[in-house]
């Protein structure tokens, strides 16, 4: 890996057994493995992160996220299940990261140059915030990136109140672009926004399996451009899912913040 001296990138992926739609999707298993492992076998052929730490929460039903990570030696915190934003928090602070590279668990197509690309970004730009996916994105569903640097986070966890704003972690990030931080959003060369390559149902489990099942066994860690071309040979398959709705969480998180206020 090509790391970068004096700077610790932790890569925090947050993975919870206790999916409204999907309930225990993080481990369910393509190609024999569980989904969050394929994950952070993608997250870890990074060039730049120093640290994989699953962030998962205190419930007795994600024991088991928690004995997955101790069979592949992977690091683990827990923490609270609906402020999402504190154990982002807090698993920054006790792995003493200085640059946060976030994934959500139900990315199993998380594209390691993507990851770079958006990593690399942020530290050339000396932004305090960048990503491929908010607030607004020019990619799949479900190639998210967001990096962020520790004192972003830190002032986030502070002042952020709203349930949308905790329980999704970076909404007062790039809510507050030129108040308080500097952000920046990494701009695809085609918009492929309206791809589905996410995980929230079972027809997104039967579209992620079939590209596994393609293209897994010629190369365990297929990129983007290998999707697209296999997509391009077999447009039918994107039909499966693509009537999903994007970012539902997100909008029944704001939906609760009108009830607060």
Not at 5 to 25: D, F, T, Y
Not at 115 to 138: G, M, Q
Request: charged fraction near 30%; hydrophobic fraction near 35%; charge should be neutral.
């Amino acid at each position: 890996m090509r790391k970068i001296a004096h700077i610790n990138i932790v890569a925090i992926i947050q993975a919870r057994m206790g999916s409204s739609r999907l309930p225990g999707k993080v481990l369910m298993r393509i190609k024999n493995k569980p989904i969050l492992q394929h994950i952070i076998e993608r997250v870890g052929h990074s060039k730049f992160i120093d640290k994989i730490v699953i962030a998962t929460t205190d419930n007795q039903e994600d024991h088991v996220i928690v004995e997955l990570c101790n069979n592949l030696k992977v690091e683990y915190f827990r923490g609270s299940e609906s402020d999402v934003l504190d154990r982002y928090y807090q698993c920054a602070k006790a792995y003493g990261a200085d640059i946060v590279v976030r994934i959500t668990g139900d990315c199993p197509f998380a594209d390691p140059d993507v990851i770079d690309k958006t990593i690399d970004h942020l530290i050339k730009s000396k932004k305090d915030y960048v990503s491929t996916a908010y607030p607004f994105s020019t990619f799949p569903d479900g190639l998210d990136v967001e990096v962020f640097n520790f004192t972003s986070l830190e002032r986030a966890w502070l002042e952020a109140k709203l349930p949308s704003e905790r329980e999704h972690v970076t909404p007062f990030i790039w809510k507050n672009e030129n108040k308080q931080f500097k952000i920046q959003t990494i701009k695809n060369d085609e918009d492929l926004s309206n791809k589905r390559w996410t995980i929230d149902d079972e027809k997104d489990y039967q579209f992620i399996e079939l590209v596994y099942n393609a293209l897994y066994n010629e190369c365990s860690i297929f990129k983007m451009q290998d999707i697209l071309k296999f997509l391009q040979k077999n447009p039918q398959i994107e039909k499966i899912n693509a009537d999903t709705v994007r970012n539902e969480g997100y909008a029944k998180s704001l939906k609760l913040d009108k009830k607060v206020y």
